[in-house]
């Protein structure tokens, strides 16, 4: 099993930045790739991005390419979800997932998932 807690999240002006940790317990965390994951309200949950378990390979959807950042620290057992230039439309709940070995891009991929932290952007 993996216990997944994420936290971080708050309410942020359009422009700013908010960093997500994502603290893992359980099984060795290096095991693992890490995807982020959002939704809202009456939508699906949207990939927003995944890293290896070494941390050297990286997917992110296009939207928020260049903008953000996924970074993990094995040593610590924690995935973090670096956000810049935030946008109204990046207002969601985000949840970090694990998936064993491989990347993933699709929700059902995913093993293990926390219970989301909400992000709320403002204009």
């Known amino acids: 099993q993996v216990q997944l807690v994420e936290s971080g999240g708050g309410l942020v002006q359009a422009g700013g930045p908010l960093r997500l940790p994502c603290a893992s317990s359980g099984r060795t965390f290096s095991d693992f790739a890490m995807g982020w994951f959002r939704q809202v309200p009456g939508k699906e949950r949207e990939f927003v991005g995944v890293?290896?378990?070494?941390?050297?390979?990286?997917r992110y959807v296009d939207s928020v390419k260049g903008r953000f950042t996924i970074s993990r620290d094995n040593a610590k057992n924690t995935v973090f979800l670096q956000m810049n230039s935030l946008k109204p439309e990046d207002t969601a709940v985000y949840y970090c997932a694990a998936r064993n070995l491989a990347m993933a891009t699709r929700e059902y991929e995913y093993d293990y998932w926390g219970q989301g932290t909400q992000v709320t952007v403002s204009s």
């Open positions: 890293i290896s378990r070494s941390g050297d390979s990286r």
